[in-house]
């Protein structure tokens, strides 16, 4: 039987793992670190499976495809695919999930616990010299609060927001959660709406998919109920929290810091107002890698891999 031909269109957005030869095993595999809109057509070929993270598979790719069977998108999200248009010529396509629930949590986790504990005022404190001209042992410039008995909110009670909750609960915190869908329920966490979950929470943790409800979903209107105490996280999507208004709110104290691993665009532009921000120290910033452990990304590959082997089996 001949073998199938197998394409990965971006490589590099994955990075180096250490099973990425799995898929020679499947099949003949062919590789591209990156892909432009122009070589899309060129670099599938005639392959018999394609894996994309971003590059767009849209009705003009199919079209010039004709020997394409499967998509295998190495992420969860498939708004890179014309699922609409693969359905109607009979083109399967097949995404991943959790897989990165871990990192994601832990990074979640790891800002928290920088803004929090105002770890970089206390870092550049100690690395400028400042300390070692102290006349006393500690430095109190900042005053930082314990997690223990805080509030926690999270917003998208999936996979990752309910390891980001165990995680915070270990710290002694109380978890809340806000549904975005409207329809999820769980007995562990009380549920609540979201102006009440904002106006009560000392961390809100956002773990939730972009779409039509969560788009814009906290603005300044939104940023100006928390309280001035407050730290914001989104791991989820960029766009869920409108960029300005974030800034707007740091800038005049409406909160107190922000994580931010993921934007409206990316990777982020110049004039991103997130850069131009008065008080930079308050923010910590990630270039969306909450997802991308070693562990995830090697975990990511491996259910890739399953995906295909579960099509040939068909």
């Known amino acids: 039987m001949q073998k199938i031909k197998i394409v990965f269109l971006d490589t590099q957005t994955v990075g180096e793992v250490p099973n990425m030869g799995l898929f020679n095993s499947l099949g003949e595999?062919?590789?591209?670190p990156l892909t432009l809109p122009q070589d899309r057509v060129k670099n599938i070929g005639n392959a018999d499976v394609v894996i994309t993270?971003?590059?767009?598979?849209?009705?003009?790719?199919?079209?010039?495809?004709p020997n394409l069977k499967l998509i295998c998108i190495a992420a969860t999200g498939i708004n890179n695919i014309d699922t609409e248009y693969a359905k109607a010529k009979g083109i399967a396509f097949k995404n991943v999930v959790d897989y990165s629930t871990e990192s994601v949590a832990q990074l979640t986790i790891a800002m928290i616990l920088h803004?929090?504990?105002?770890?970089?005022?206390?870092?550049?404190?100690?690395?400028?010299?400042?300390?070692?001209?102290?006349?006393?042992?500690?430095h109190l410039g900042r005053n930082f609060f314990e997690?223990?008995?805080k509030r926690a909110g999270i917003i998208g009670l999936g996979n990752i927001g309910k390891r980001v909750a165990q995680l915070l609960e270990a710290f002694g915190m109380q978890v809340a959660y806000y549904s975005t869908s409207g329809n999820n329920t769980h007995n562990t966490?009380?549920?609540?709406?979201?102006d009440n979950l904002l106006r009560t929470s000392d961390i809100i943790s956002i773990h939730a998919p972009l779409n039509d409800r969560t788009r814009n979903l906290i603005d300044i209107s939104k940023l100006k109920?928390?309280?001035p105490s407050a730290i914001l996280i989104n791991v989820g999507r960029g766009g869920i929290v409108n960029e300005a208004d974030l800034v707007q709110a740091i800038n005049h104290e409406y909160i107190a810091g922000a994580g931010?691993?993921?934007?409206?665009?990316?990777?982020?532009?110049?004039?991103?107002?997130?850069?131009?921000?008065?008080?930079?120290e308050k923010f910590i910033f990630t270039p969306h890698i909450a997802w991308a452990s070693i562990e995830a990304r090697t975990l990511l590959i491996e259910k890739i891999g399953e995906n295909i082997k579960q099509f040939l089996k068909q």
């Open 147 to 149: 997690l223990k008995g």
């Open 225 to 227: 109920i928390m309280k």
């Open 189 to 194: 966490y009380p549920r609540e709406e979201l």
């Open 29 to 32: 595999f062919i590789s591209y």
């Open 53 to 65: 993270n971003k590059v767009m598979i849209d009705r003009e790719v199919m079209d010039a495809c």
């Open 260 to 280: 931010v691993d993921v934007f409206e665009q990316e990777p982020m532009l110049d004039s991103n107002p997130l850069l131009q921000a008065d008080f930079p």
């Open 115 to 138: 803004l929090v504990s105002k770890l970089g005022y206390f870092d550049t404190y100690v690395k400028s010299g400042t300390y070692t001209k102290s006349p006393m042992f500690t």
